[in-house]
């Protein structure tokens, strides 16, 4: 006979090593409940901040924020920190909170299924482990499939194409006719680094952006000296997150959108002087409507001759050629897809099934929801940090903290006994959405057109409709009234009885 997989058995188990698998491990050792793993598939910390290792990839909200607030004592060099500093500060936190050996690398988790006669998750994962736990938390977040369009043709490109979060850096830019697609946030970072190698440089580009400067001081000494000192490091913080709050005032005032539309185009003015890319480069949709881009060399580098900027449509890829709806040929090396991440598929990478043997994809059909973004019901004892609708305009390690901190008082009544299972309750989670979808109806996002908070058929599944303090506030306490909750006993009486009902 095979032998049988080995089991290994947890309290909790932990999907991802970002930021919120990190803070998710840091409150549960620090609660004493230490019974924990994390599966990371990368073989490294990090997430996202693994993955994206294109030129130029950093935070465009100040580090100080993009932080964990119990974390702060940390040198940070520049005020928005770099893809290489951000993973510095994660191998920080490992060690000053003593999570290496709680960490697993190379460990792609395939399939985690609710076994309700146990009460307990079945993690397998593609290198054939399995883990069993009361708990399940996904810290997937995001930004980690890719969004690669379907271009007719493609396949016989002669060049190199790449993602930017799969960067080719074995790829040689001199010389060389690159083509990117797509003109988010991330091109907007590689863009000017790799436009001063290149030959020439083509920007397809579907929508203009709002673009705005990025101011990025070095941290001087004297700051450097302040932040020192506990008490400075947290008023340097709220004062960047009272900033980032009251920036939520463009999703409500038109008002405010308007003298923030106004300031965009006099900052376009300034750095595009050629009045043919100024035009293609002037947003027609609403400031807020997608995500904004904050750049100080973008629009400078994309006023240079050697970059074009096209908005015709992508017709064809012939050999070595992108052909536009225009019929024009434009000869290139390279295809790089600056296009970002399905974001709308929330745990895609994955296959979760709940208590009734459905997945949770079967259960969604494209329109992701959670309560407080948190918890499913049906998928009793699962976590999701960073789901659906908690995407905010402040900083999401903010929204994570508060995430963690809701999620942590949850599991001291699983591991502890108190509660063998937990699920939300199908009214509460939907009471919940309806809310957040009726005020999401009057924000900026909402005002015609197409980014990647929305799913296919237009529904916001992405972003928090408040400020951030109200979701501090909605997650400040676990309300078990919204929670179907069987204690130990009463699951052992429904496996003796299954007429039993405790869900």
Not at 132 to 153: M, W
Not at 279 to 300: F, Q, Y
Request: glycine share 8%; hydrophobic share 40%; net charge positive.
């Amino acid at each position: 006979m095979p032998e049988k997989n080995p089991v290994t058995a947890w309290d909790t188990v932990i999907i991802g090593a970002g930021f919120g698998g990190l803070a998710m491990a840091i409150r549960l050792k620090r609660a004493g409940l230490r019974n924990f793993v994390v599966l990371e598939r990368s073989p490294d910390l990090g997430g996202v901040w693994w993955s994206n290792s294109y030129p130029g990839a950093a935070c465009d909200v100040e580090s100080r924020l993009y932080s964990y607030s119990f974390a702060q004592n940390f040198g940070w060099t520049q005020s928005h920190g770099d893809r290489e500093e951000i993973r510095a500060y994660f191998r920080h936190c490992v060690g000053k909170y003593g999570l290496s050996s709680y960490l697993r690398f190379g460990v792609d988790v395939d399939e985690a299924a609710y076994d309700s006669a146990r009460s307990l998750w079945v993690v397998r994962t593609r290198g054939g482990e399995i883990h069993e736990a009361k708990a399940l938390v996904s810290a997937c977040g995001l930004f980690n499939t890719p969004s690669i369009p379907d271009i007719p043709g493609v396949e016989t490109f002669t060049g190199r194409a790449f993602h930017s979060s799969n960067w080719d850096h074995e790829f040689r830019f001199a010389d060389k006719r690159v083509a990117v697609i797509g003109t988010g946030c991330s091109a907007a970072q590689f863009v000017p680094i790799i436009a001063g190698q290149v030959k020439s440089l083509g920007v397809f580009q579907r929508t203009a952006a709002w673009v705005s400067a990025k101011p990025e001081p070095m941290e001087r000494p004297f700051h450097r000296f302040l932040m020192r000192f506990a008490l400075m490091r947290r008023i340097d913080r709220w004062r960047i997150y009272v900033q980032y709050e009251r920036g939520y005032v463009v999703q409500t005032n038109t008002a405010v959108r308007a003298a923030r539309e106004k300031a965009a185009l006099a900052f376009l003015a300034s750095q595009v002087k050629d009045e043919d890319k100024r035009r293609k480069l002037t947003p027609t949709i609403a400031i807020g409507c997608k995500r904004n881009i904050r750049s100080s060399d973008l629009l400078a580098t994309l006023d240079q001759p050697h970059v074009n900027v096209v908005t015709d449509k992508i017709d064809h890829v012939d050999g070595g050629s992108i052909v536009t709806a225009d019929g024009r040929r434009h000869d290139v090396d390279a295809i790089i897809y600056g296009t970002g991440f399905t974001t709308t598929r929330f745990l895609s990478t994955l296959r979760i099934v709940g208590a009734d043997g459905k997945s949770l994809d079967d259960v969604w059909q494209g329109a992701p929801e959670a309560y407080l973004g948190i918890t499913v019901s049906g998928f009793p004892n699962f976590f999701v940090i960073y789901g659906p609708n908690t995407n905010a305009p402040s900083s999401i390690v903010f929204m994570i903290e508060c995430q963690t901190r809701y999620i942590l008082q949850a599991i001291r009544r699983i591991v502890s006994g108190r509660a063998r299972v937990i699920d939300v309750r199908a009214e509460a989670q939907t009471k919940f959405n309806e809310e957040v979808q009726a005020e999401l109806r009057g924000r900026a996002w909402t005002t015609g057109c197409k980014s990647y908070f929305m799913n296919a058929s237009g529904r916001i599944v992405t972003q928090w409709h408040k400020p951030s303090r109200y979701y501090w506030w909605r997650t400040l306490r676990f309300n078990s009234r919204d929670y179907l909750i069987a204690s130990r006993g009463d699951v052992d009486r429904a496996i003796a009885d299954p007429r039993m009902n405790i869900r």
